[in-house]
């Protein structure tokens, strides 16, 4: 009797075995012979319930195969089957290289194309926020399916194909490296935008020099100056005529403190370019910094970089007068020179006939800056009061800086109703 039982349970245990080769053939037969995907979607997903078919060759090609065809359903398309079978055929190529290696490998860059396509849609979506997480891990799967067999599983191919993958692969690692770069993930972008950058397939061109500039940026970021001032210079030597570029170099040697080499190069780059308006306000910004340092006794020099710096903000507002950024620092360049005349005014507490003049040429002084300020802060706060409800956060500021300068130079001038219409701008600001 113990006998009979365990027979029974052999043959009972067998039949789930034969049940999934079953359905592996059924789902064979639909997809080659019948091209009925809905049913061979379903046999295949009977035959891959099974254990044992999680690492069966020709289970993995099918559902591979099936799910790639999938994408031809439309009720199908929606939910991307193409990944799940990519999945499997990663799988399989990674157990068994060798497995109908011709048919497999037509359907896995097949994949690699899905996932390439919908990446570069993720991409492109500006109205997701996490789009750029969203693509790069599509893109991985891109990478992935190259790199099989240690990137050599394609090496067979003839050249003409295998320059259509390496085009593909190397807008996949351009693309991933600016989804590194837009997600703030710089020590991982790094490495990708400097292979994007040397690669002819997608090397900076003189309409898009984005690469350089995000490089130099990551750089910059995490804190490799060397690294950040090399590729500077390389991308100035290739495309020396480029805006963002020479903007890139200038703001590198304003934010490391090399104040003296800057104001050479912007000198330079000011005498080829006379009516670029941002290069003489960079001019006279390097010099109004040369003239005020943050620490330590102001240069000996002062009045002449000062003069220097007068002379740029004036030729800034000459190119471009209705830039309100230019007429508010160069108002406010006056003003706080006034301003430091003011501190001395204050300073003099004696009574004697000789510090009544020195006070009263200095007041001259004073007054005549603040009249020298007076139109450059106007113009600038009648720009940002007219866009008022659209302001950025920078033109905010300016726009609260204005009205702060007018109400003391108003003050100081006894116009105190042009003072109360003011406050009321500043209190609404508030």
Same mark, same amino acid.
């Given at each position: ?41 379903? /046999? ?57 290696? /011709? ?30 997480? *969203? ?58 935008? *400097? ?30 100056? /060397? ?189 105190? /109703?042009? *003072? ?11």
């Amino acid at each position: 009797m113990k006998k009979i039982i365990l027979i029974i349970t052999a043959i009972g245990l067998s039949i789930p075995g034969f049940s999934q080769e079953k359905y592996l053939t059924a789902a064979r037969t639909a997809l080659t012979k019948s091209n009925d995907l809905d049913e061979a979607k379903e /046999d295949i997903d009977k035959a891959m319930a099974s254990p044992g078919m999680q690492e069966n060759p020709k289970a993995l090609l099918t559902k591979g195969e099936i799910y790639i065809g999938l994408m031809g359903v439309e009720k199908y398309k929606p939910s991307h089957p193409y990944r799940e079978g990519a999945q499997a055929l990663i799988k399989l190529a990674e157990l068994k290289p060798d497995y109908e290696k /011709d048919e497999t490998d037509i359907v896995l860059l097949t994949s690699a194309g899905l996932y390439y396509n919908d990446a570069i849609t993720a991409y492109s979506n500006k109205g997701d926020t996490g789009r750029y997480a *969203v693509s790069a891990d599509l893109f991985k799967n891109v990478l992935r399916i190259r790199d099989l067999n240690g990137g050599k599983r394609y090496d067979r191919f003839p050249a003409m194909a295998m320059q259509r993958i390496d085009t593909v692969v190397a807008k996949t690692k351009m693309y991933l490296a600016l989804c590194n770069y837009f997600t703030g993930k710089y020590a991982d972008a790094v490495p990708l935008l *400097v292979a994007a950058k040397d690669n002819p397939i997608t090397k900076p061109t003189t309409n898009a020099t984005y690469l350089y500039e995000n490089l130099i940026d990551a750089y910059e970021k995490l804190k490799e100056s /060397d690294k950040e001032l090399a590729t500077i210079q390389e991308a100035r030597a290739a495309f020396p005529d480029n805006t963002g570029l020479r903007n890139d170099e200038l703001n590198y040697y304003m934010v490391t403190g090399k104040q003296d080499e800057l104001v050479k190069k912007l000198e330079v780059e000011a005498a080829k370019d006379p009516t670029n308006a941002e290069m003489q306000f960079n001019i006279a910004i390097v010099y109004t910094g040369l003239a005020n340092p943050k620490t330590g006794k102001k240069p000996d020099n002062r009045a002449e970089l000062i003069a220097k710096a007068e002379d740029a903000f004036l030729k800034s507002v000459k190119i471009a007068p209705e830039n309100p950024d230019y007429n508010y620092n160069l108002g406010g360049f006056y003003n706080n020179q006034a301003k430091e005349i003011n501190d001395q005014m204050n300073a003099i507490t004696g009574t004697s006939a000789a510090e009544q003049k020195k006070y009263d040429d200095l007041k001259v002084k004073r007054d005549a800056l603040f009249e020298k300020a007076l139109p450059y802060i106007e113009k600038a706060y009648n720009a940002y009061d007219a866009k008022a409800g659209s302001l950025k956060p920078a033109e905010k500021s300016a726009y609260s800086g204005s009205i702060q300068v007018l109400m003391q130079i108003y003050s100081i001038q006894s116009k105190m /109703d042009k *003072v109360d219409v003011l406050k009321k701008k500043i209190n609404a600001i508030k």
